[in-house]
């Protein structure tokens, strides 16, 4: 069976750390191996010596280091975890779905120039999807947004990027790497159970 590793998010209560992500996750990849990663970079390491995945999701929740709009409240292990996995992706030519906060962080690592701005669309309120290349998108053209951020579509995007959709202001809500095997949304398609075939089609 293939394997879906997925990073979480971390939270600490009465001096003890738990790592949770959204249970949908396990719904959407019902045909694959989810594997919940620990925000602790050696059992990472460790684990893929002896394990090839098909694919990566970096999960949504929580600020990324290089959003400036952010009050520095990110986690520093989950960044290190975060920043591993993006580098093994490429070199591996593993699939990497980047999701909401993944993709705000796919992007800040990736990409320099990379441009946040607050959110004109409010939590739980519908993106509309502008521009949009997504395959089978004629039934549901809408998706929730879940995050307070958006990210500035710069031109220089274009060379190394398909832009798959923005919203009506030109944020960009979805875009693929033209040469790694880098799938990114700012919506969850988790939640919404969207996306199927685009995701499919990334994986190994």
Request: proline content about 2%; glycine content about 2%; overall charge neutral.
């Given at each position: 069976?293939?394997?879906?590793?997925?990073?979480?998010?971390s939270h600490?209560?009465?001096?003890?750390?738990?790592?949770?992500?959204?249970?949908?996750?396990?719904?959407?990849f019902e045909?694959?191996?989810?594997?919940?990663?620990?925000?602790?970079?050696?059992?990472?390491?460790?684990?893929?010596?002896?394990?090839?995945?098909?694919?990566?999701?970096?999960?949504?929740?929580?600020?990324?280091?290089?959003?400036?709009?952010?009050?520095?409240?990110?986690?520093?292990?989950?960044?290190?975890?975060?920043?591993?996995?993006?580098?093994?992706?490429?070199?591996?030519?593993?699939?990497?779905?980047?999701?909401?906060?993944?993709?705000?962080?796919?992007?800040?690592?990736?990409?320099?120039?990379?441009?946040?701005?607050?959110?004109?669309?409010?939590?739980?309120?519908?993106?509309?999807?502008?521009?949009?290349?997504?395959?089978?998108?004629?039934?549901?053209?809408?998706?929730?947004?879940?995050?307070?951020?958006?990210?500035?579509?710069?031109?220089?995007?274009?060379?190394?990027?398909?832009?798959?959709?923005?919203?009506?202001?030109?944020?960009?809500?979805?875009?693929?790497?033209?040469?790694?095997?880098?799938?990114?949304?700012?919506?969850?398609?988790?939640?919404?159970?969207?996306?199927?075939?685009?995701?499919?089609?990334?994986?190994?």
């Open positions: 069976m293939k394997e879906i590793l997925i990073t979480a998010s600490t209560k009465h001096d003890e750390t738990y790592f949770s992500v959204d249970s949908n996750w396990f719904e959407y045909n694959y191996k989810v594997i919940l990663l620990p925000n602790d970079i050696g059992t990472i390491q460790d684990y893929l010596e002896h394990s090839k995945p098909s694919a990566i999701v970096l999960s949504g929740g929580g600020n990324v280091k290089k959003n400036k709009l952010s009050d520095n409240d990110y986690d520093k292990n989950r960044e290190k975890v975060e920043e591993f996995l993006i580098d093994y992706s490429v070199y591996e030519n593993i699939a990497l779905i980047a999701v909401c906060r993944g993709m705000q962080k796919v992007l800040s690592y990736l990409e320099i120039d990379t441009n946040f701005v607050k959110n004109n669309i409010k939590i739980k309120e519908n993106y509309d999807l502008e521009n949009s290349l997504i395959p089978n998108n004629k039934e549901n053209k809408n998706r929730t947004c879940f995050n307070n951020y958006s990210i500035s579509h710069n031109k220089k995007f274009d060379d190394r990027w398909i832009i798959l959709c923005t919203d009506r202001f030109n944020n960009l809500l979805s875009l693929r790497h033209k040469k790694y095997k880098i799938l990114c949304f700012m919506w969850h398609p988790e939640r919404d159970f969207t996306d199927h075939d685009l995701v499919k089609s990334i994986i190994n």
